[in-house]
């Protein structure tokens, strides 16, 4: 795990270094996209890019890319956070990694087989609030917000 992490802090580094997110910023803003239709785009990338990745270098790889883009749009720094953790940790209980699975298997004492099977009700539940918090922003920005932040 922690070569892992210490591989995607030096793709990270490297890609500030390249200015690489300064340039798609500027390339994505000049498609004039929506905000709403960016947070659409980004919950695919970030769903399937939790299917292989942890969340931790998720975040460090992505959202230096990201978060500029999303400043740029007018989108709520809170609300982009969430946003980004929820999808990134969608993907941990959705297969082929899927690192949850494994461990709730190991402490049940269960095939991930039958838990992948109990699933689907579950994983519906998570696209609905991922869903939720994307469309009415003032679900993640409600507290902070009331708390002073």
Do not use: C, Y
């Not at 949850?100 to 402490?107: I, N, P």
């Amino acid at each position: 795990v922690l070569i892992i992490l210490a591989a995607a802090r030096a793709f990270a580094w490297v890609l500030i270094i390249e200015s690489v997110p300064q340039q798609l910023a500027e390339t994505i803003v000049s498609w004039q996209l929506s905000p709403l239709v960016f947070l659409l785009a980004v919950n695919l990338l970030l769903l399937v890019f939790g299917l292989f990745m942890d969340p931790l270098p998720g975040v460090m790889v992505l959202v230096p890319i990201l978060a500029p883009i999303a400043h740029s749009l007018g989108i709520d720094p809170i609300h982009f956070a969430m946003v980004v953790i929820l999808n990134l940790t969608i993907g941990l209980v959705t297969p082929p990694v899927g690192a949850l699975l494994f461990v709730v298997s190991s402490a049940v004492k269960l095939r991930v087989g039958d838990i992948i099977r109990e699933m689907p009700p579950f994983f519906i539940a998570h696209i609905i609030v991922l869903a939720l918090i994307t469309f009415i922003p003032a679900l993640s920005t409600w507290l902070p917000r009331v708390s002073g932040f």
